[in-house]
T-cell receptor, first 110, second 116 residues
């Protein structure tokens, strides 16, 4: 079945540092890929998405590229802010709906 | 666009009572709604999938008689936790699918249920 593997945190960075959160997947067919963000005590917000190979999703300075050859969808941001502190979920959209990774807790220190 | 609300945002109830949680899509019609449960510091666990006008499809291990789901319209789904017990305490999150991009869901803000 479909599965998503992402690095588990917590990941602690200083403000303005470069961020990479790794995400790899296994799936049948041609899934869509998503990154969701969850702030403390809240539901999930769609951060970005990509629907096919080589697509790049971007939003709020975050980017991720759908790499079919490496089955990856790594999340990157060039300069993180304290307000980016949250839990980030990589997800795969397949025939049965969304399959989530376990989430990566990101902590940005001033 | 694509806003999903949940009500209540938090609720405390006594053991043995029932609690209803509402999930509404505010600015679109949702062909399918999903209910998730999230334990502290863990990922979301899909409980059930509901389509408007039909019975919900429950994931393995989820008691359908305990977690009653009703999807009466294209903008409203409800989850009722019947005869709640302390182990039902959790964060419940709903999401809605607009029927376009496969897997793209819009999430509600969640409901924190505490059973005493």
């Amino acid at each position: 079945g479909d599965s998503v593997t992402q690095m588990e945190g917590p990941v602690t960075l200083s403000e303005e540092a470069f961020l990479t959160i790794n995400c790899t997947y296994t799936a049948t067919g041609y899934p869509s890929l998503f990154w969701y963000v969850q702030y403390p005590g809240e539901g999930l917000q769609l951060l970005l998405k990509a629907t096919k190979a080589d697509d790049k999703g971007s939003n709020k300075g975050f980017e991720a590229t759908y790499r079919k050859e490496t089955t990856s969808f790594h999340l990157e941001k060039g300069s993180v802010q304290v307000s980016d502190s949250a839990v980030y979920f990589c997800a795969l959209g397949g025939a049965d709906g969304l399959t989530f990774g376990k989430g990566t807790h990101l902590i940005i220190q001033p | 666009g694509a806003v999903v609300s949940q009500h209540p945002s938090w609720v405390i109830c006594k053991s043995g009572t029932s609690v209803k949680i509402e999930c509404r899509s505010l600015d679109f019609q949702a062909t399918t709604m999903f209910w998730y449960r999230q334990f502290p510091k863990q990922s979301l666990m899909l409980m059930a999938t509901s389509n408007e006008g039909s019975k919900a499809t429950y994931e393995q291990g989820v008691e359908k008689d305990k977690f009653l789901i009703n999807h009466a319209s294209l903008t409203l789904s409800t989850l009722t936790v019947t005869s709640a017990h302390p182990e039902d305490s959790s964060f419940y999150i709903c999401s809605a699918h607009m029927g376009r991009l496969r897997g793209e869901q819009y999430f509600g803000p969640g409901t924190r249920l505490t059973v005493t």
